[in-house]
């Protein structure tokens, strides 16, 4: 394929890149945290270009204006979306529908017409700012399950136009996809994309299933390519890395070594074990707190040795589902520390909050073991970052096969998160590696996640639709200089020197 180099881009995501709240009568705005913000912001920055995000912020008299950063790197245009088909869109058939049929639990779909309707509507929504703002030689990098018709409204309305997809979370199997009433229609909407982009293989393969056993359409699974008749859709396993420049830098800094030190001193064990997810049935975090609990029954000897600290953070709150299962890992948290706690040891500590990226270094350097279960997930960034902060090869990352960073780290100890009783074996042969196994293991991660970081996901997978992105310069948009600051940027202070641009 061609290497063209890089035209200006237009990327839209369900979320901008920043957040922003009114305290103590001041904006404050911060560049929201996850990998797609990290690999996306630094990269439009130094290219140019604009991204399109849904406005999600509260109606109101405090509402904080929108912020775009300065005037000579890329416009940010916020969507605001009428209710109440916004919360169709988003908390219905994205997060009731697509979001577990994509993760494969069926029992927690909601298949209502209004949800898919507000979908089309709000997804058209995207699509017609897409062309508004949008150039012949502009290339749209739409993201992720919210925007699937995406694509196909926008070849509708502007064929012209180069159009990519990535997909953040798993695609499932055609049998299950199948179940969703919708399924021709999104499989069609994505299709609408020159270039479709998954973690894995076994992602893209589902979807090329789909395609032929849905749509009836040829496709050949060697070169990954859909046939639509007049052109073809090329589909790509690309799988997203961590900012390794940001967390390494981070896992060096005297300060976040100290406060890890200190952590460890006031825990009074000899190991710590880490959980950090976003609150979702998909992470698996009641098996997790379940088979420490068996763990610790199966291993008397190991108890008030080490403790168990989850971090959970606030998610989707208004679905009843997510509701409930704060309920029920809060319930089993408490029983098993009412059940095991001995004198000053409490087996699980557990936080409901979002932390700061530094709290979280400090986390993940403190960590002996990470135990990152979840019963699916599309990569999960959590386990490339918590290799990326240990800069001195030692820690156990324990991972389930279910998770599509299992597939590329082969050196950690790979579990299924249904099997509690092999997750409570496998966390005493982490608890009991020797630290030349701990260390042999450890390289040959950092190796695998460094070399495959946040800016060769974005370089990768833009190389497979035939641009080439400059390395980044120094001085401007390389994933340290940006990745490395825990704080607001300078210029996302002062709220006079935003030019603030919204869109309805
Ligand atoms: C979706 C897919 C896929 C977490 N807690 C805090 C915090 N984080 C940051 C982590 C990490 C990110 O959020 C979480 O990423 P994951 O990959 O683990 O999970 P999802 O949010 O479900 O992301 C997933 C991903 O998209 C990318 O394609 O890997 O499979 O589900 O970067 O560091 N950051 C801060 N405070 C927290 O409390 N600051």
């Excluded at 058939?93 to 779909?109: A, M, T, V």
């Excluded at 979840?374 to 279910?402: F, W």
Aim: charged content about 25%; glycine content about 6%.
């Amino acid at each position: 394929m061609t290497r063209l180099g890089l035209p200006r881009l237009i990327i839209l995501s369900n979320r901008g890149p920043y957040t922003t709240s009114v305290v103590r009568r001041r904006v404050v705005a911060r560049r929201s945290s996850g990998g797609l913000v990290a690999a996306l912001e630094p990269l439009l920055r130094s290219q140019g270009g604009t991204w399109i995000a849904w406005d999600d912020r509260l109606p109101g008299r405090r509402r904080p204006p929108p912020l775009t950063p300065d005037r000579d790197s890329f416009t940010l245009r916020l969507l605001s979306l009428n209710e109440p088909a916004a919360s169709n869109y988003y908390h219905g058939f994205s997060n009731r529908i697509l979001w577990p049929i994509c993760h494969g639990f069926l029992d927690k779909c909601r298949f209502d017409h209004v949800f898919f309707r507000d979908y089309r509507r709000c997804n058209q929504e995207f699509s017609r700012a897409a062309v508004r703002e949008a150039s012949r030689q502009d290339v749209l990098w739409v993201h992720d399950y919210h925007l699937a018709l995406v694509p196909g409204q926008v070849r509708d309305l502007a064929p012209y136009l180069k159009t990519l997809l990535f997909w953040h979370i798993p695609f499932p199997p055609a049998w299950v996809f199948k179940a969703m009433p919708w399924a021709r229609e999104i499989l069609e909407g994505m299709l609408g994309a020159d270039v479709i982009g998954f973690h894995t293989r076994e992602y893209a393969g589902h979807f090329l299933e789909s395609c032929r056993m849905l749509l009836g359409l040829p496709v050949n699974e060697d070169r990954g390519e859909v046939d639509l008749g007049r052109r073809r859709s090329r589909i790509v396993a690309c799988p997203i890395g961590a900012d390794v420049a940001a967390f390494d830098g981070l896992a060096r800094r005297r300060g976040v070594l100290l406060k890890a030190h200190q952590l460890r001193k006031s825990l009074g064990v000899d190991r710590i074990i880490l959980g950090v997810d976003r609150l979702d049935y998909t992470k698996g975090i009641l098996e997790r707190f379940l088979a420490y609990e068996l763990f610790l029954k199966k291993y008397p000897q190991h108890r008030s040795r080490q403790v168990l600290l989850q971090v959970a953070v606030p998610s989707r709150t208004r679905v009843q589902d997510y509701a409930l299962l704060r309920r029920q890992i809060d319930e089993t948290a408490g029983r098993l520390n009412a059940l095991y706690a001995e004198g000053s040891w409490i087996p699980i500590r557990y936080s409901y909050r979002s932390i700061s990226r530094e709290s979280l270094a400090v986390l993940y350097a403190a960590a002996d073991v990470a135990l990152i279960t979840p019963l699916r997930d599309g990569m999960n960034l959590v386990a490339k970052e918590y290799v990326a902060s240990h800069t001195r090869d030692d820690g156990v990352l324990i991972i389930s096969e279910l998770a599509g960073a299992a597939e590329e780290l082969e050196e950690a100890l790979i579990v299924n998160p249904y099997d509690l009783e092999g997750v409570a074996d496998t966390l005493r042969r982490a608890m009991d590696m020797t630290l030349k196994e701990k260390t042999q293991r450890m390289r040959a991660l950092r190796r695998r996640v460094s070399s495959r970081d946040l800016n060769w996901w974005a370089r990768e997978f833009l190389g497979s639709a035939g641009f080439a992105v400059p390395p980044p310069a120094a001085g401007r948009g390389t994933a340290r200089q940006t990745g490395a600051r825990s704080e607001p940027a300078a210029w996302l202070q002062p709220v006079g020197r935003f030019s603030a641009r919204e869109m309805n």
